[in-house]
Nanobody, 128 residues
Framework: QVQLMESGGGSEQSGGSHRLSCVAS????????MAWFRQAPGKEREGVAA??????KYAESVKGRFTISEDNAENTLYLQMNSLKPEDTAMYYC???????????????????????WGQGAQVTVSS
């Protein structure tokens, strides 16, 4: 059974940095197909960043500011968020799917339907 548990939610000032973590269990040790999504109040959930066998993809809104990474030994996914903006305020969700990983080309990799497993979410609030 796959389980995902996010941690690290909190509040930051605009321009600050924050890191989210997601501990995964039940996934193959060799290849991880994982992503971060977020949902702001009144908005649909959107893909933020994805990682598949070390390849990465980012939404345009976070490219250059956010970094997705993983520690396979610790079965942990990270999202390092720098230069935070108030519009980054949202509930952030960790997501995963069993291999084979979704392709990370145009139109793929950051869609909700591509992932089967979800964490409970971690709130990040950025104040101006």
């Amino acid at each position: 059974q796959v389980q995902l548990m996010e941690s690290g939610g909190g509040s930051e000032q605009s321009g600050g940095s924050h890191r989210l973590s997601c501990v995964a269990s039940g996934l193959p040790a060799s290849v991880h197909c994982m992503a971060w999504f977020r949902q702001a109040p009144g908005k649909e959930r959107e893909g933020v960043a994805a990682i598949a066998d070390s390849a990465t993809k980012y939404a345009e809104s976070v490219k250059g500011r956010f970094t997705i990474s993983e520690d396979n030994a610790e079965n942990t996914l990270y999202l390092q968020m720098n230069s935070l903006k108030p519009e980054d305020t949202a509930m952030y969700y960790c997501a995963a799917v069993q291999p084979p990983c979704p392709p990370l080309g145009a139109g793929h990799g950051l869609e909700e339907f591509e992932y089967d497993y979800w964490g409970q979410g971690a709130q990040v609030t950025v104040s101006s």
